[in-house]
């Protein structure tokens, strides 16, 4: 990404990161109307109903903790990538080693970009660099995804 890029993604950044475990909980909430299944793999809070599960400690505590790795992501922009690499395949590992698919994975990339874009106010040139960043991230996702596999 070049400096231009990076600076519209933290400018943006700035609103899910000035409330992340609100935004976080949006993003999951989202995530878990739209792709219902998606629910199934949390097991401390599949049986829990949506209007409850905003209320969780526990589930705002992981919506904190996907803010925050997208926050270390946006801060490791400014160095090179293999601190965003590093970040990544630590992520993709724990939710390998849970069984969860790249489908979910794209999945939640979808509502991600759905709920920064409204909540940004993201316009058209925002909306691609966003996705061109996700794109990176996705790329080192799915290609840690490949050698775990290949690995089992």
């Not at 979808?110 to 874009?117: G, K, M, Q, S, Y």
């Not at 660099?129 to 775990?148: A, G």
């Amino acid at each position: 990404m070049n400096s231009d890029e990076v600076s519209e993604i933290k400018k943006t950044w700035e609103i899910p990161a000035a409330s992340p475990t609100e935004s976080g909980v949006a993003i999951l909430i989202q995530f878990f109307t739209k792709y219902p299944s998606n629910l199934e793999k949390f097991s401390t809070f599949k049986d829990m109903p949506l209007d409850e599960l905003k209320e969780s400690p526990r589930f705002k505590a992981h919506a904190n903790r996907v803010i925050k790795v997208f926050d270390d992501s946006v801060q490791a922009l400014d160095d090179d990538c293999s601190q965003l690499e590093e970040i990544w395949v630590k992520v993709t590992q724990s939710h390998f080693n849970r069984q969860i698919e790249k489908q979910s994975f794209n999945e939640l990339k979808e509502v991600i970009l759905e709920v920064l874009t409204a909540a940004c106010s993201l316009n058209d040139q925002q909306i691609e660099i966003w996705v061109k960043l996700m794109d990176f991230i996705y790329d080192i996702i799915f290609r840690t995804i490949d050698e775990l596999e290949q690995a089992a």
